[in-house]
């Protein structure tokens, strides 16, 4: 190309041969320079833009889920159903002081630590976006990001399952109290009471397992529109609990005092309220229970290797896992102390410990600019960073729990080794012809201080001493 002398394009500084070749090689340096800088420009726009999306998905709704309302629902099918039946008859260790006490005293716990639990999971979602997209297993992932304990998935049942569950409780709730109005007239006169006593705490694991239902909470927010208003889900759900357990449970003890024992349904002398009321509590069981197991059943379909779809494996494995549910239930009959001892060691620890810890980590964490990753605090600094009303709260619940749960557990554990073992029905048959009467006639109760009022001249009753 011919080019003027003048031309600027090819004019460069006249010096000396050596220095006259290094002139193109700056320009081509300074091209490559201005080249990366207008890059790195970009790259950092580009970033700058995936950080407002993200800041602002947090802020969005997720156009799926249900609202509050209908979370709560939720809540109360989960927590109601076995404890409806079961809490009135821990009344005959507690009698009526005490037992109030707890159901009020455990209610409010557990609703505080629900809404812990809520505010943890909100919390994680704002600060890992990751999570705010589908997940199987809410619960363990707050502790495996808070304390790298691994406890494998969960899921929430769906949400006609859990409505009807819930309808079959407060079916039997009505069939209850109309069958212990029934029985006032009869019962109340004789009724006896149990004044208050230091073994009221033998049946501190039947209140607190009628409040049971934490592991399920986290999953249950997470499906929501709006997870972080799942806090008036949880306030209203325990309030409806509240509802169902408290005026039921003294309604009952009123009536029929000490002669209630495992279940309330065999106190009531109707035979067919009675019935109704055992048949609504096993279809709310029946359709619950896929709620509640399905933390093992996933457990077990990853230790089997089972694909995360329907197929003829999930069946076998979920089908077989509820065969040995059945199994364990026909050879124990008598599941109060199991109830009792369940009740007492692992519930606290998922439902007041974790959650506590949960939101003692999560709300005194601080972001790492180096790392860029939230910083697990020490136990200095939690101590630190937490208001001190708040310490003072968290331990007093904290070390209330551990130690009227260890009393408890104990005393439970006491039971179970000396109550008289009742043989499952698969085995009776098998068994030679023994004295097997008190199992015969054992679904009914019969009130009165001796146990030995009913109105079904056809039923026999057992008397026995009122202690």
């Known amino acids: 190309m011919n080019r003027s002398v003048g031309d600027s394009s090819t004019t460069v500084p006249t010096q000396a041969d050596t220095t006259g070749s290094e002139s193109p090689i700056k320009d081509v340096k300074t091209f490559v320079s201005a080249i990366e800088m207008q890059v790195n420009q970009q790259m950092e726009n580009v970033k700058d833009k995936a950080k407002d999306i993200n800041a602002a998905s947090v802020n969005v709704p997720s156009t799926r889920g249900y609202n509050w309302l209908v979370a709560s629902i939720i809540v109360v099918a989960d927590l109601v159903g076995g404890g409806l039946v079961a809490m ?30 809520s505010q943890a999971w909100s919390i994680m979602r704002d600060r890992w976006p990751v999570y705010k997209t589908h997940c199987r297993q809410p619960y363990p992932e707050i502790d495996l990001s808070q304390y790298s304990v691994l406890i494998r998935r969960c899921s929430v049942s769906p949400l006609v399952v859990l409505a009807i569950s819930l309808l079959c409780t407060v079916i039997a709730a009505v069939l209850i109290t109309v069958g212990i109005t029934q029985d006032y007239s009869l019962c109340k006169p004789t009724v006896v009471y149990k004044p208050a006593s230091f073994y009221a705490l033998y049946s501190l694991g039947t209140f607190v397992f009628a409040y049971s239902g934490h592991h399920v909470f986290p999953t249950i927010q997470h499906d929501m529109h709006e997870p972080k208003e799942f806090s008036k889900s949880v306030l209203l759900g325990f309030f409806w609990a509240c509802c169902l357990y408290i005026p039921l449970s003294v309604y009952a003890y009123f009536v029929y005092g000490q002669s209630m024992q495992d279940s309330l349904i065999d106190s009531i002398q109707t035979t067919w309220i009675r019935h109704g009321a055992d048949l609504a509590v096993a279809f709310h069981c029946v359709l619950t229970i896929i709620l509640t197991i399905n933390p093992i059943n996933q457990q077990f379909e990853d230790i089997f290797h089972v694909p995360h ?46 959650p506590t810890l949960f939101s003692l980590s999560l709300k ?9 990753k939230w910083k697990i605090p020490t136990l200095k600094e939690i101590f630190e960073r937490t208001p ?25 554990v006491r039971a179970m080794a000396t109550i008289r073992f009742v043989p499952p029905c698969y085995v009776q048959p098998f068994l030679q012809s023994t004295d097997h009467s008190n199992t015969t006639y054992s679904s009914l109760k019969c009130c009165g201080q001796y146990s030995n009022i009913t109105r079904n001249p056809e039923i026999q009753c057992f008397s026995r001493i009122s202690h």
Not at 95 to 112: D, H
Not at 364 to 372: L, S
């Open 88 to 117: 009135p008859a821990a009344f005959h260790d507690t009698g009526m002081t005490i037992g109030c006490i707890f159901l009020v005293l455990i209610a409010i716990f557990f609703t505080s630590t629900a809404h812990l639990l």
């Open 309 to 354: 779809k329907m197929c003829w494996q999930r069946i076998v494995v979920r089908t077989g896992l509820l065969a040995v549910i059945v199994f364990v239930a026909l050879s124990i009959p008598n599941f109060g102390s199991i109830m009792d001892f369940f009740g007492s060691t692992t519930i606290p620890f998922t439902c007041i410990i974790l």
């Open 364 to 372: 005194n964490q601080r972001y790492n600019e180096k790392t860029k």
């Open 388 to 412: 001190r009303h708040i310490l003072i709260w968290f331990l007093f619940v904290n070390v209330l729990t551990i130690i009227a749960s260890m009393i408890s557990a104990v005393m439970a």
